[in-house]
C-alpha cells in the first residue's frame, strides 16, 4: 500500500519547467516516501494479524509473554492472539474455541467425560515451537480446578529410510603412586 511519491506532479505545469522549485521537489522525494513507510508500518503494528516483529513485542509487553529463542514470529503472532481475545464466561465451547484458534488448521478433538467422572479429554497434533506451553497457559487458565484434564499432543513423523546404529565400550584405569 506504500504510495508512490511524486512531489513535482503538485506544480501547475507552467512552474514544472523551472529547474530549482524541481530539484527542490525532487530532494523531498524520498523525505515523504519514508513518511509513507512509517506509517504503514503504525497501521500493520495496530493489528495482530499484520504486525511486525516490533509490533508483537509491544503486545508480548503488554501481556507479559516472554517470547522463546526458538520462537517464530509465526508462533509468537498466534500466543499473543490466543491471549489478547479472552471470553468470559470460561465454557466447553469456549475452550474449544480457543484450542481452535491455537491449532489453526491442525487437528484436535476434545471430549467431555463428565458420565464417568468429571473431566475432558483433549488430543491436539500441535507442531510449532510454543504451542504446546500455549495450550499449557490456556488449560491452566480456562479449566476449573474440579475438572480433571487430560491432554496429549502426537505428532506425525512419516519417514522412510535406513537408521544406522552403533556403539563403543571403553575401560580405563586409574593408579595412583604416592610415597
Given at each position: 500500500?506504500i504510495?508512490?511519491?511524486d512531489?513535482i506532479?503538485?506544480?501547475?505545469?507552467?512552474?514544472?519547467?523551472?529547474r530549482e522549485?524541481v530539484a527542490a521537489l525532487?530532494?523531498?522525494?524520498?523525505?515523504?516516501?519514508?513518511?509513507w513507510q512509517?506509517?504503514e508500518r503504525a497501521?500493520?503494528?495496530?493489528?495482530?494479524?499484520?504486525?511486525?516483529?516490533?509490533?508483537?513485542?509491544?503486545?508480548?509487553?503488554?501481556?507479559g509473554?516472554?517470547?522463546?529463542e526458538?520462537?517464530?514470529?509465526?508462533?509468537?503472532?498466534?500466543?499473543?492472539?490466543t491471549?489478547w481475545v479472552?471470553k468470559?464466561p470460561y465454557?466447553l465451547r469456549?475452550?474449544?474455541?480457543?484450542?481452535?484458534?491455537?491449532?489453526?488448521g491442525?487437528d484436535f478433538s476434545v471430549?467431555?467425560?463428565f458420565?464417568?467422572?468429571?473431566g475432558?479429554?483433549i488430543?491436539?497434533s500441535l507442531?510449532?515451537?510454543?504451542q504446546?506451553?500455549?495450550l499449557?497457559?490456556?488449560l491452566?487458565?480456562?479449566?476449573?480446578?474440579?475438572i480433571?484434564?487430560s491432554?496429549?499432543?502426537?505428532?506425525?513423523?512419516d519417514t522412510?529410510?535406513?537408521?544406522f546404529?552403533?556403539?563403543?565400550i571403553?575401560?580405563t584405569?586409574?593408579?595412583e603412586i604416592?610415597?
Amino acid at each position: 500500500m506504500i504510495r508512490e511519491v511524486d512531489l513535482i506532479s503538485y506544480l501547475p505545469p507552467f512552474m514544472q519547467n523551472y529547474r530549482e522549485p524541481v530539484a527542490a521537489l525532487e530532494a523531498e522525494n524520498p523525505e515523504f516516501q519514508s513518511l509513507w513507510q512509517g506509517a504503514e508500518r503504525a497501521l500493520n503494528n495496530h493489528f495482530i494479524s499484520t504486525a511486525d516483529e516490533y509490533g508483537l513485542s509491544r503486545y508480548e509487553k503488554l501481556l507479559g509473554i516472554r517470547p522463546a529463542e526458538d520462537d517464530t514470529l509465526e508462533s509468537r503472532r498466534i500466543r499473543v492472539q490466543t491471549r489478547w481475545v479472552s471470553k468470559l464466561p470460561y465454557t466447553l465451547r469456549a475452550l474449544t474455541e480457543k484450542i481452535e484458534g491455537l491449532c489453526g488448521g491442525a487437528d484436535f478433538s476434545v471430549e467431555n467425560n463428565f458420565g464417568q467422572g468429571y473431566g475432558i479429554t483433549i488430543r491436539t497434533s500441535l507442531e510449532m515451537p510454543g504451542q504446546v506451553n500455549e495450550l499449557e497457559h490456556l488449560l491452566e487458565e480456562m479449566a476449573p480446578c474440579n475438572i480433571e484434564v487430560s491432554a496429549t499432543n502426537h505428532i506425525r513423523c512419516d519417514t522412510e529410510g535406513l537408521i544406522f546404529a552403533g556403539g563403543c565400550i571403553a575401560y580405563t584405569d586409574i593408579i595412583e603412586i604416592e610415597n
